[in-house]
RNA sequence: GCGGAUAUGGCGGAACUGGCAGACGCGCAGGACUUAGAAUCCUGUGGGAGACCGUGCAGGUUCGAUUCCUGUUAUCCGCACCA
């Protein structure tokens, strides 16, 4: 068969026919396939694109099949660093580079065969889009969910941008690896942390891999927890520790302060100044970088001040250290060092007292000790258990108003600006009179303009665009000015969803009917790399956007899936400094799209992936081989004769309705490579029935038309031209999926194992619908059975229907 | 360091709830067709001459373990002192 040309044929006429769009009259069956969209950076699409949007698409189509209708857009994550960099490596436009490579994209894609549904076609840089992407904005600082803060940022001196804690890997930038350096900026910040418990709890509910729920929850880190008052010795000042072992706290040999904080200065002693301050100086200096290496010594100073443990009014040094982060808990941590592996450490290099304050069940008199028991050394509480404990001393401060229960998460808030040009402007103006203020609605989009320089030298390079910054101050009329930044593309992308369904529309981001009606979406499908962000930035705009009301459901992705990755040949990720890239487009163009995406489905398993391997493709062309032949040859039997339904054909349609049967179930489970596996048994099988002389005919064009509609889903093109070969005119993916018939599974003779003591010693045939007696008499008559026996007693027969036999001696 | 995942022939990978390990394919070997080769088709293919042995390693539970439990090693991924 010629491919490359059915290919284009079918494609054209899919098109024409629009048989990819989706069609609002059946709405109550739809089923909203997503696809994570494509950052359009290369001309090309790589494998890990057909990997992603390839086996999805079949899936796609059999759901079709399966009669559901199918929405399963396709769009581009179209702003970003990448485009920025090439167009200050090369002076070309991030608008014209991106434009041009969404071109080509959509052109390769579109040779791909895949069911999107280009009517509905999203780029997040287009005015169109990110007019809703501001408005988005405007909702949440509305909700009071965006706020603006100083706060410490990690700067990336290359790509002269601040990146948010989570694209901060290992202290290098995501994108270029440069180490990133810590500065202070005023940013926006969308309050996500105000979803925390929202979001762990939703987890629950969802069809998602265990893998990516046990992240997020990572991620979020909950800890519950208390509060405990220390008062400074002066009584004018105080401060919190949270802690998760507040049943340790008779055990505080001193408490730590995070340098950063604002108490340090005051409280620190004289004699103590100049070691605090010079501590303070090299922590702010070398801060995140150097916090995240691996055998760093703790080390601290001694701020000279005391507090007072309000359990016992024993008295407490005040100590500083880089180990405690400012940012999470109340950035104080008290130290027990008998029970906590890093107190332990720090009190013995700093000689501070070690306390045991619980007792250990195990016996075990080795300190630290961190694990529960029974508390010593703590007066009133000694011999309650380490839980009971933790309840009755908290409880006992909040009585006293030092303390109390406390939840803390780890998640922080999400850092949206950006110094950068290629994104969405934040829709926000800045009047000497009245602040900030946001943009009114009326006036969106606030315009991207194109005339601006944007090679990086520390500032925004909108805020060096007069043009774009003058304005007027919208409720006083003064002069004003725009904020230069542009907003994180994880914001882009955290709503893409929401506007698919309604791409067109031009007066809101999406009509609420029609969303609450099209999702959330059925099965989203992306990498796993964005378990942490993405996934969780869609799940809280989602959430919030319930909460102002334009939406009515809360969770954005009823059921997600991850493909894995295809590596090299040599094993490893492809990289073009390896020099071991695959390129789809040498095999596309030598085998053909169906061919290619078969071999995705086939050589590896889909959520685990692996190395590329070139022997497979070959055996998937002699497949499809094959199939056209059996195909063909069926076909062109004119006799329609009916013969008797015998043994063979019993066994034919045995096959048959058992490969419906598996493919089903392993196409509903993105179980690919064995629902390939059991179509090459099922073609296998229809061969071996064609050699016989007397055929029945009529059957075997009903097994032939059961086979391309099984295969049609993974071969699309190479389906629908047989399809037509046979004389249908209609689309197969406008037929029905084949259904299995129950009782053809059943089986007259069954072939079952009998073991002897757990080994395997004979076979037997037993009837079908034989019980668990009839089959031990016939196990224990067998010859070989009997012969194996050897006259040994029978202790005992285990009979698992349909498995084996095991006989005990 | 913590958390998660994975480990099965020469290779990619199967095995539903604990029930005949190695489906399907690649590769390899032999055969058919052919003047010859390619292509195609057929047969065989975990190891071992054999009884038997085999799912990273060492134990355990069970009539029975790739599957469950305990320990351990290696690799990959995520997180980075979270109080």
Redesign the pocket.
């Known amino acids: 068969m010629d491919y490359k040309a059915i290919e284009k044929k079918w494609q054209a006429k899919w098109e024409k026919d629009k048989l990819h769009n989706f069609d609002k009259k059946n709405v109550d069956k739809k089923f909203y396939v997503l696809e994570m969209f494509s950052y359009p950076s290369a001309a090309k699409l790589h494998v890990g694109h057909w990997y992603n949007y390839g086996p999805t698409d079949s899936y796609a189509r059999y759901k079709k099949m399966k009669g559901f209708e199918i929405f399963q857009p396709m769009g581009f994550d179209a702003f970003g660093l990448p485009a920025e960099n090439y167009a200050i490596k090369t002076g070309i436009h991030p608008q014209d580079s991106t434009i041009k490579n969404i071109e080509l994209m959509e052109n390769t894609l579109r040779e791909m065969g895949a069911m999107f549904d280009w009517s509905n076609e999203i780029k997040t840089c287009m005015p169109d889009y990110y007019k809703w992407t501001q408005w988005l904005f405007l909702q949440l600082y509305k909700k009071g969910l965006a706020y603006r803060k100083e706060a410490p940022v990690n700067w990336c001196p290359d790509c002269q941008t601040v990146l948010a804690?989570?694209q901060?890997?290992?202290g290098q930038c995501e994108r270029c690896h440069s180490t990133v350096i810590q500065k202070n900026l005023t940013q926006w910040f969308f309050k996500i942390t105000d979803y925390a418990e929202e979001l762990l709890q939703g987890l629950d509910g969802l069809d998602w891999p265990?893998?990516t729920k046990?992240?997020q929850k990572?991620?979020i880190?909950k800890?519950v927890?208390g509060e405990i008052l220390f008062r400074l010795e002066n009584g004018e000042d105080e401060f919190k520790?949270?802690?998760?072992?507040a049943d340790t706290v008779y055990g505080v040999s001193y408490v730590v302060l995070?340098p950063e904080h604002p108490l340090v200065k005051k409280i620190t002693t004289k004699k103590q100044q100049p070691l605090v301050e010079k501590y303070v100086e090299d922590t702010a200096k070398t801060k995140e970088i150097?916090?995240?290496?691996?055998d760093?010594e703790?080390t601290g100073v001694f701020t000279g001040a005391y507090c007072i443990n309000p359990v016992n009014g024993k008295k407490v040094p005040i100590w500083i250290s880089?180990?405690?982060?400012?940012?999470?808990?109340?950035?104080?941590?008290?130290g027990v060092p008998a029970h906590?592996e890093?107190d332990y450490v720090f009190a013995q290099k700093y000689d501070l007292p070690i306390t045991r304050v619980v007792k250990g069940t195990t016996g075990s008199d080795n300190l630290p000790y961190v694990g529960d028991g029974v508390l010593v050394n703590s007066v009133d509480y000694d011999g309650l258990t380490c839980e009971e404990a933790r309840k009755a001393i908290l409880c006992d401060l909040a009585v006293k108003n030092e303390g109390g229960f406390k939840v803390?998460y780890?998640l922080r808030d999400w850092l949206v600006s950006r110094q950068r040009y290629w994104g969405a402007p934040i829709p926000v103006i800045h009047c000497e009179k009245c602040g900030a203020v946001p943009v009114p609605e009326q006036d969106l989009p606030v315009k991207l303009p194109y005339n601006v320089e944007f090679k990086p030298d520390g500032k925004s390079p909108l805020a060096k665009c007069d043009e774009f910054m003058n304005t007027k101050c919208p409720i006083c009329g003064g002069k004003a000015t725009r904020d230069p930044d542009t907003l994180d593309t994880f914001v882009c992308s955290s709503w893409y969803f929401l506007r698919y369904p309604d791409a067109n529309n031009s007066k809101e981001p999406w009509n609420k009917e029609t969303a609450n009606k099209m999702l959330p979406v059925d099965k989203y499908v992306g990498g796993?790399?964005h378990?942490?962000m993405h996934l969780l930035y869609s799940r809280f705009i989602t959430k919030a956007l319930r909460d102002m009301g334009y939406l009515d459901f809360d969770e954005p992705f009823k059921s997600l899936v991850h493909q894995g990755v295809i590596l090299g040949p040599d094993g490893n990720?492809m990289s073009k400094s390896r020099g071991n890239v695959i390129s789809p487009d040498d095999y596309v163009k030598e085998y053909g799209s169906d061919i290619f995406r078969m071999y995705l489905m086939?050589?590896?398993?889909y959520t685990?992936?692996?190395?590329w391997?070139d022997?497979?493709i070959?055996?998937i062309a002699?497949?499809l081989?094959?199939v056209e032949k059996i195909v063909t040859t069926v076909n062109g039997y004119k006799n329609n004769k009916v013969t008797a339904f015998e043994r063979d054909e019993k066994e034919l349609n045995y096959v048959r309705n058992y490969t419906i049967k598996s493919v089903d179930r392993d196409m509903e489970a993105f179980?690919f490579?064995?629902a390939?596996?059991r179509l090459?048994?099922y073609v296998?099988a229809i061969?071996k029935y064609d050699t016989k002389e007397v055929k029945n005919v009529a059957f075997m064009k009903d097994c032939v038309k059961d086979l391309v509609l099984l295969i049609a889903p993974c071969a699309p093109h190479f389906a629908e031209e047989l399809w037509s070969i046979m004389g249908n005119k209609k689309s197969v993916f406008l037929t029905s999926y084949p259904t299995f018939d129950e009782s053809a599974l059943q089986k007259d003779e069954i072939?079952?194992?009998v073991?002897l003591?757990?080994?395997?010693k004979a076979?037997i045939m037993v009837p079908g619908s034989a019980d668990s007696q009839e089959i031990e008499k016939i196990a224990l008559s067998d010859e070989n059975v009997i012969k194996a026996l050897d006259g040994k007693q029978v202790k005992?027969v285990?009979v698992?229907k349909g498995?084996?036999v095991?006989i005990?001696v």
Request: charged residues 25%.
């Open positions: 804690n989570e901060v890997i290992q265990e893998k046990a992240m990572n991620w880190g800890s927890g520790v949270f802690t998760t072992r995070a150097e916090r995240l290496s691996l760093r703790k880089d180990y405690v982060l400012y940012s999470y808990g109340t950035g104080c941590v008290m906590d890093r803390n780890r796993a790399e378990a942490c990720r086939f050589g590896f398993s685990e992936g692996g190395p391997n022997g497979g070959k055996s002699k497949f081989d094959r179980s490579n064995t390939l596996a090459m048994e296998s061969y072939e079952l194992a073991q003591n757990s080994k395997v076979k005992k285990i698992i498995r084996l095991n005990i």
